[in-house]
């Protein structure tokens, strides 16, 4: 187990670059199971559930090639059709291959994924999908099993108790490109990664319209094709650079982004006293005074992301006043107000809403990362608090941040990874 070590207390500056977006990965390696042939992604990052998502493929029977940012995926004519616990309980998106299983070979067999470090996250929306596209599901020996001959084409409305959902959107979809008729998905999530996985797909063929908004139509067609495919810059690290930037109260450019993807962090940001400067695939974020406290409920797309909720916490804690953040999405995401609280933060906890009262300044201490975001944000505290400080558990971090360590050092942070040996 790694961990990384931090002295901290120095502004960032200089220009650094946004790998592709993990979460749009995921989908696209899983979309490419859908036409026999061979794909190819670029833009890839090299993160652990990129590297967990490969696996799985192979393990379905597909060719996998990855390197300098390209995965070449060769997808057979037969592929087993089972996802395993072993692999789904260390990620969820492993859910994608259902939907392209079932639309393609009529059958899928997906591990449930059980619990997770931030709610409970089920998967009846994924299942409500399928059924209403003709599949029969039954849940046996904690798998799901769904079959149908053919798909065929329904009116879906995928609102769950939560508001929309970003992965059985993209599932159903998936799914709906090789049904017989038109799907209509309703209550559809409109992230970037839903419009950009429908890029792809239309490039293999599909008919899809509506990706990015709350209506999606399918028309199915009876096959689709190999294709090439650039994976979108991800936004939720070009949001945790920015907050790594303000923190430290830096300037920095960051390149290769999609200002349109991260609009409503730019918004609380600028609220929060941040000057920001938008261009064609690049930001520039400011920050050399304290900053002002914000108030804001996460929300879906377009909305502040769920997924910058704690690094917006971990930047909050060094505000000029009190902020208060609310979670809406997911019931336990909070794990990292107490390693916030270790680094002289002050927030306390009322039901689902932090309320983060603004110190000087934070002092380094050993903290404990979560989950992915938890981590980030921890790490983002410790580039601003004084002295070292220490993040361990970092194999959350690396599940979705490519070259973290070093990306945030060419920017002037002091920041090493060490490798922890496991306790005996
Ligand atoms: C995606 O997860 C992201 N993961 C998450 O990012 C992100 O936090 C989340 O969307 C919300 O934006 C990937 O893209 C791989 P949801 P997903 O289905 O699709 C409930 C990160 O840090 N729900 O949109 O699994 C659910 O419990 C990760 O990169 C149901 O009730 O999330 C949640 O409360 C963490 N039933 C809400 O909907 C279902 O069948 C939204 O979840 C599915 C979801």
């Not at 003709?134 to 798998?143: D, K, L, M, P, S």
């Not at 064609?280 to 909305?303: H, K, N």
């Not at 009262?357 to 380094?364: E, K």
């Not at 490519?402 to 942070?413: I, V």
């Amino acid at each position: 187990m790694d961990k990384f070590v931090i002295d901290g207390g120095r502004e960032l500056t200089g220009t650094v670059r946004v790998s592709g977006a993990k979460n749009a990965a995921l989908p696209a390696l899983a979309a490419c199971l859908l036409a026999p042939g061979r794909s190819v992604l670029s833009n890839v990052p090299n993160v652990m559930d990129v590297r967990t998502m490969r696996r799985l493929l192979l393990r379905l029977g597909a060719g996998v090639v990855s390197g300098d940012g390209r995965m070449t995926l060769d997808v057979p004519a037969a592929l087993k059709c089972e996802a395993e616990y072993e692999i789904v309980k260390q990620m969820r998106a492993s859910y994608y291959v259902l939907g392209p299983l079932l639309a393609r070979f009529g059958r899928a067999r997906v591990s449930l994924p059980g619990g997770c470090a931030i709610g409970a996250r089920p998967v009846d929306l994924h299942l409500r999908g399928m059924e209403a596209l003709g599949a029969r599901v039954t849940i046996v020996h904690g798998y799901v099993q769904a079959e149908a001959r053919q798909l065929r084409g329904a009116r879906v409305n995928l609102a769950g108790p939560h508001g929309v959902s970003v992965g059985a959107t993209i599932n159903v979809m998936m799914a709906a490109t090789l049904a017989r008729g038109a799907t209509v998905i309703e209550s559809a999530a409109m992230e970037p990664e839903v419009a950009a996985t429908a890029e792809l797909l239309a490039a293999m063929g599909a008919r899809i319209e509506g990706a990015g908004t709350p209506v999606i139509s399918v028309e199915g067609v009876d096959g689709l094709r190999p294709a090439e495919h650039r994976l979108v810059p991800d936004r939720i690290e070009t949001g945790s650079l920015m907050a790594a930037v303000a923190i430290t109260r830096g300037c920095v450019t960051i390149e290769d982004c999609r200002p349109d993807h991260v609009g409503a962090v730019i918004d609380v940001l600028r609220r929060a006293g941040v000057k920001i400067a938008a261009g064609d695939g690049m930001i520039t974020v400011e920050a050399r005074r304290r900053l002002r406290p914000v108030e804001i409920a996460v929300a879906p797309y377009p909305g502040f992301p769920t997924d910058m909720q704690a690094q917006l916490l971990a930047l909050m804690t060094v505000s000029g006043g009190i902020a208060a953040v609310t979670e809406t999405i997911f019931e336990n995401r909070f794990m990292h107000v107490p390693e916030l609280n270790r680094l002289g933060a002050d927030i306390r906890l009322e039901g689902n809403t932090a309320i983060v009262r603004g110190v000087p300044a934070l002092t380094g201490a050993p903290v404990m990362g979560s989950d992915l975001r938890a981590a980030a944000a921890l790490v983002i505290a410790g580039l601003a608090a004084q002295g070292r400080t220490e993040v361990s558990r970092i194999y959350h971090l690396d599940r979705g941040y490519e070259n973290w360590e070093r990306k945030l050092r060419k920017l002037g942070a002091r920041i090493r990874r060490v490798h922890q040996p496991m306790p005996a």
